[in-house]
Each structure stands twice: as structure tokens, then as C-alpha cells.
């Protein structure tokens, strides 16, 4: 123990208290002390082997929540069931129109396509079916006639057959061939086939004929969806490079037409060298060729009430300055059966000549006998009613034709583009210009189709004036706002060299009297778009910039400027009554002139002769120098 006890000391530097404890080291032991040390470490090993199953957990957690997080927040992977996207099957032709699905299916017969009626006409509103049964289309310089279950067709004066059906009609639905559609309307009809394994529907698309659109490449492979969200079902999948046509947009969603025949939304960000193109029509077709006045035009509405007041044109004219066109109102529609009354004069026409203008003889539907829809609806009718307009032009040496029918309901719209279409080809034929006179589009009369009569006539005119008008509630005959709203409108619909704006010479003297004071049968009004409140029998008269001036005059009235309205305004009491005058005068007519010009738009027309102020006449040919 002595020699244990020394050893013990001499290594470690102390003495021991007591040797036989154990306390001191075996050194003679080593195997033992090694296994305390293997034990140690394998002790030390567990821990790292832990902390791996911890990482593992926690990145199984994260992985599980990112799968989570993409299928709550990210895009959808579901594709789309065809059957419900087209409401029909494999068995069905479904049928879009620029872009868009119609309500209706095509039809096959005899190896053929076959549309409906009204989506042959909701592509190209030229298609007209008539009350005699017959299937008409208006080109350029003609109108082609097709009967029901016939395979020929009238054109250029000859019978012409097609080899095949061309138009039929079953269950009381009318079916137009879309071999025939393309030849003669110029439309671009493009086909894709069903698909009965995914039970997708055969499709057709109608698009337009020549004019631009714009397209776009797909910059990869990405989902187009049935609806504009990553969430929506997959119609298709574009392949990198692909050309597609677009159709419209929704937020940062485009929808688009695809290569393989489907129409859906992709992201916005996924379309590369995004561009306009020319398409041209599906087949040439004749030009619509103008008569325009080749200037500016500066037009005046003579008002003729009886043979008489032809003969004073030159009364009329005298101060004139700027006018290169007078339209006096010589025909109007006699009958159901497109019969005319005129007032035509031979020396009126040529009176104007001598002085350097064209005569528009102007045709309107004011008879209270006449029934538009009756008129307008029979192709005798509108052919009688043309070849008089003809042959009156002819016999009296018209320049042109102006259309002022202002009775056309919606039922009978129709029929009245088919007459203007009618009429446009006649005019065109002749070389006489034909404009059509039109309300401010805010009016509401959208069946009047101006973008049609911008395609077939040579001027539309909006009547820029009736904002108040009697019946309806006081107020301006035509503020600068509503002038240019006018304008406006129409360049939604009608090219700027077509549109002409009608500005008024003539104002209303509204009356209103308080409802207290108003005779016991007086129409009360209270319509909340008066421009001053209150309940008034209220009634208003039309007169002419002279008389204005002078009833304010009589009353000792100083109109007042309405920068707002571009206006002078007065108002007097009178008679239990006060009495408004919205003013046209000559500073009134320049600042709808001048929008004229801001608009570059082909001219400006005046109601009507007779009505105006000496003074307006020097702002006319100011503005018309500027525009020449």
C-alpha cells in the first residue's frame, strides 16, 4: 500500500488520507478504465442522432404546411369538365361569335354547317330575314336575295346556284350555311372538331371581317382557364411561342383564343410581343365606296312648309357666309306602302347650285298615318320608297339624300337599317351622298345602330340639340357639355371624317307657373330634373335668336354668361309666371364650333334657317376658313 500510496502521491501531487479507499486509480487496469471511456463516448454519440430526428420533424412540419399553404393560396390543377364550360357534349357545335359564345348550336345536315338565324346575324347584322320569307344581304353595290330550301341565289341580275342548301327553315328557325356566310359576308369562320374521349363539343367561331385585332405569344407553358383566377379549372395549356388571339381583359387576366380552339384567361404576365395586326376578310368583297363632300361640311336644314317657300331661298340665304350644303325638307313619307310627298322644286335646286351649294333633299316619318313597322318591314315598301327618292333626285338634280326619320321603334330597327342599307346602295350607285340625321347617342335610341350607318352612309348627323325639350323638364337647349358629349358618343360608333354635329339657331322660352297659381287642368310637374325646384305647370315654346334677344329686351333683362353651360341665361316675371331663356347667340354657336374642330370631326350642320341671328353668320365662315 506504501509503494501504491507513493505512486499515487508522486502523480498527483497530494497525499492521500486514506489509501485504501478507492479512490485512487488502477493504473494496472486499463481495459476496465478504456470501457468507462467507450461508454462515455457512446454516451455523447446519442445526442447528435437526436437532434437529426428533430430537423427531420420540423422539416416534415414545414414541407406539410407548404403543401397545405399551395393548395390554399396557389393555382389551381383541376381540369375543366367540358360538358358543364359549353353546356353540351360531344354531340353538340357550339358556336362563338367575335370571341364570345352565343346561346345557340349549329347544326349539321348533308356534311354541312349550318347556323341559326340570329347568330348569323349577331355576327354580321347585314344578314336580314325579311317578312316575305326571303334571306337578303346587303353588299356594297347590291343585294343579294335567297328563298328558303333553294340552293340559288340572285346577284348582279343573275340566278346563280350553289350546288348545295343554302338557307332552310325548321321548327320555325331559319339556318343559314356557313359556306354561304363566308363567300358573301367576308367573315372568317374557323372550325375545331369534338373530342368524345373528353367529351368536348365541336366548335365554331365567327370573327369579323377585315379590320385590326390584336394577338399575342404565349411566353411558356401556362394554364388557360375557364374564368380570370388561378383557382378556375384548366381548359387548356399553351405551349411556349403559341399565337393568341385577344379577346379582352379583366384585371391583370387576358382572355384569349388559343390555337387549339378554346377560349379562357391566362395571366396577363405570360403574354410576349403583344401586337396589332390587319386581318383581312374572308373573301373580297365590293368597296364602300363614298360620296362625301370631299371639305368640310357646312350644312344648313331649310324648313319648307308649302310650294311657296321655295321661293324664298334667296330671302333665306341673304348674310349667309360659310354654307356649302342646304337640306330643305321636301319628302315625307305618304303612306304604309313607301309612297312619297314632295315639295321638289327644279329652280330651288338650281338657285342653290348657282351659289355654290348642294342640295340634300331630306326625306322624313312624320305622317301620323304612317306605321314604321308596316313601312319598313315590307321590301316593296322600301324598294317603292326608294326608287322615289331616285327618281326624285334625278328629275330635280338632288346632290343627295338626307334620312330624318325619328319614329323608329325598336321593333321596327330592323327593317329600317335594311332600308338604309337599301337606300345606301342606290345613292352609291347614283354618286349622290346619303347622311342620316340622329340623336345624341346618351339619348338611348341604341337601335338606330350607329355604328351601321357609319359603315353605310357618307354622313351621320347628330342632332345636337333637344337636351330639354318640352314635355320633358326646363332647362338648355344644348350646352357646350352636352354638344361635346354628342361628338363624343358618336366616335364611339362612326369614323370622325362621317360625323357631323347639328347645332341649334333656335332656344326655348320655358314657362313655369306656380303650382297655386296654375289652371285647375295643368299638368304639374315635379320631376326632380328641373333646374330649379319646385312643383310648376310648366310649358315652353321654340324661337329664334332675334326673338329671344328681344323678349330679354322688353323686360329689361341683362342675360347673364353660364361658363358651365357656354350660355347666356335670363329669366323675367310675367303674367304670374317667370319666364327662362337658355340663349343661342353667335359666342353659344363658336364654342360648339370650335369643339367641332378639337374633335377633327367632318363638319356641322344647322337647325334651321330663318332662326339665326345676323351675327352668327361671320363665326361660320371664321370657323369654315379654318378648316378648309
Not at 229 to 240: A, E, N, Q, V, W
Amino acid at each position: 500500500m506504501t509503494e501504491l500510496r507513493r505512486t499515487y502521491e508522486r502523480r498527483t501531487g497530494r497525499a492521500s488520507e486514506d489509501p485504501d479507499r478507492e479512490q485512487i486509480p488502477n493504473w494496472n487496469r486499463p481495459q476496465e478504465w478504456n470501457g468507462n471511456r467507450r461508454q462515455n463516448a457512446g454516451k455523447r454519440g446519442k445526442r447528435p442522432r437526436a437532434g437529426l430526428f428533430v430537423l427531420l420533424m420540423l422539416l416534415a412540419a414545414v414541407v406539410l404546411g407548404g403543401i397545405l399553404l399551395y393548395r390554399r393560396f396557389g393555382p389551381g390543377t383541376a381540369w375543366a369538365d367540358y360538358t358543364e364550360v359549353y353546356g353540351a357534349g360531344a354531340e353538340s357545335t357550339v358556336v362563338f361569335c367575335n370571341g364570345l359564345q352565343t346561346e345557340g348550336m349549329a347544326v349539321e345536315k348533308n356534311g354541312r354547317t349550318y347556323l341559326p338565324e340570329g347568330i348569323a346575324a349577331g355576327a354580321d347584322s347585314k344578314w336580314y330575314h325579311s317578312d316575305e320569307g326571303l334571306l337578303l344581304y346587303s353588299l356594297a353595290d347590291e343585294t343579294v336575295a335567297i328563298s328558303p330550301s333553294s340552293h340559288t341565289y340572285t346577284a348582279g341580275g343573275k340566278t346563280v346556284d350553289a350546288g348545295y342548301e343554302l338557307y332552310y327553315e325548321e321548327n320555325g328557325i331559319f339556318y343559314i350555311s356557313t359556306d354561304f356566310m363566308e363567300a358573301f359576308s367576308g367573315i372568317r369562320i374557323t372550325s375545331f372538331p369534338a373530342d368524345e374521349k373528353e367529351n368536348l363539343p365541336a366548335r365554331v367561331f365567327l370573327d369579323g371581317g377585315g379590320g385590326r385585332y390584336e394577338q399575342a405569344e404565349a411566353a411558356g407553358k401556362t394554364a388557360v382557364r375557364v374564368l380570370a383566377g388561378k383557382k378556375s379549372p384548366i381548359l387548356t395549356k399553351t405551349r411556349k411561342g403559341e399565337t393568341l388571339l385577344i379577346i379582352d381583359s379583366v384585371d391583370d387576366w387576358t382572355r384569349v383564343r388559343t390555337e387549339d380552339g378554346f377560349v379562357g384567361y391566362l395571366k396577363t404576365k405570360y403574354l410576349e410581343n403583344r401586337r396589332e395586326v390587319e386581318r383581312a376578310p374572308g373573301t373580297e368583297l365590293p368597296e364602300y365606296t363614298r360620296s362625301g363632300l370631299g371639305e368640310t361640311v357646312c350644312m344648313a336644314w331649310h324648313q319648307v312648309f308649302s310650294a311657296e317657300d321655295n321661293g324664298k331661298l334667296a330671302e333665306y340665304l341673304e348674310g349667309t357666309e360659310g354654307l356649302n350644303v342646304l337640306s330643305p325638307t321636301w319628302f315625307s313619307v305618304a303612306d304604309n306602302q313607301g309612297n312619297l310627298n314632295s315639295l321638289a322644286d327644279r329652280d330651288y335646286v338650281e338657285q342653290a347650285h348657282g351659289r355654290g351649294l348642294k342640295v340634300w333633299g331630306l326625306v322624313d316619318d312624320f305622317d301620323a298615318n304612317v306605321d314604321d313597322l308596316a313601312l319598313l318591314s315590307s321590301t316593296a315598301a322600301r324598294t317603292r320608297l326608294t326608287e322615289g327618292l331616285m327618281q326624285a333626285a334625278a328629275e330635280y338634280g338632288l346632290d343627295g339624300i338626307n334620312v330624318d326619320f325619328e319614329s323608329v321603334k325598336s321593333d321596327s330597327a330592323p327593317h329600317f337599317l335594311q332600308f338604309i342599307r337599301e337606300l345606301s346602295i342606290a345613292c352609291r350607285l347614283r354618286g349622290l351622298t346619303l347622311s342620316i340625321d340622329n340623336y345624341v347617342p346618351a339619348g338611348g335610341r341604341t337601335w338606330y345602330n350607329l355604328r351601321e350607318q357609319g359603315q353605310v352612309a357618307d354622313y351621320v348627323i347628330i342632332m345636337g340639340y333637344d337636351e330639354h325639350y318640352k314635355g320633358c323638364c326646363a332647362g338648355t337647349n344644348a350646352s357646350i357639355g352636352f354638344s361635346e358629349e354628342g361628338i363624343r358618343s358618336t366616335l364611339d360608333y362612326v369614323p370622325a371624317d362621317k360625323v357631323v354635329n347639328g347645332l341649334p339657331f333656335f332656344m326655348r322660352v320655358w314657362q313655369e307657373t306656380p303650382k297655386e297659381r296654375a289652371a285647375a287642368d295643368a299638368k304639374i310637374y315635379d320631376d326632380g330634373m328641373s333646374v330649379y325646384e319646385g312643383q310648376y305647370a310648366r310649358d315652353s315654346r321654340a324661337v329664334g335668336m332675334d326673338a329671344a334677344k328681344q323678349l330679354l329686351s322688353e323686360h329689361g333683362v341683362t342675360p347673364q354668361w353660364q361658363e358651365e353651360l357656354g350660355q347666356y341665361y335670363g329669366q323675367y316675371e310675367a303674367d304670374g309666371s317667370t319666364w327662362r331663356i337658355w340663349m343661342e347667340e353667335a359666342e353659344s354657336i363658336r364654342l360648339k364650333l370650335k369643339k367641332v374642330t378639337e374633335y377633327g370631326i367632318a363638319g356641322a350642320a344647322f337647325w334651321k334657317l330663318g332662326l339665326e341671328s345676323a351675327d352668327v353668320w361671320p363665326v361660320v365662315a371664321e370657323w369654315k376658313e379654318t378648316m378648309s
